[in-house]
């Protein structure tokens, strides 16, 4: 479960979002894993590297519409989402994020 995460998380990370997550939500992850793929790599293309922390923090994010992501997050200089992003990511939810 998770397999397809190799490429962005090491598997130390892979076993801790394991852990923290109840089998429903990492039931979710696996059906809804091209969607997840398609934000991670959003994510990293403007250079929001804290993967891990942001699934831990905000597993929701991963389920929601890239297009929607991309707007939410477009009305927000992109230092600010980056240093939100990176830091807490869960405070993300004040931007309506």
Known sequence: MLDYLNGYLDNNDIEIIKKQFNKDILNNFEA???N???IINYLLSIDI???KNIILKRP???FEDLELLKEKVG???NNLIKFI???DP???INLEI
Request: aromatic residues 14%; glycine residues 0%; proline residues 0%.
């Open 85 to 87: 992003f990176d830091n």
């Open 36 to 38: 997840v793929l398609l």
């Open 60 to 62: 929701d994010l991963f």
């Open 90 to 92: 869960s405070s993300l």
């Open 32 to 34: 809804m894993k091209d």
């Open 75 to 77: 009305k927000y200089d």
């Open 49 to 51: 590297k804290n993967i």
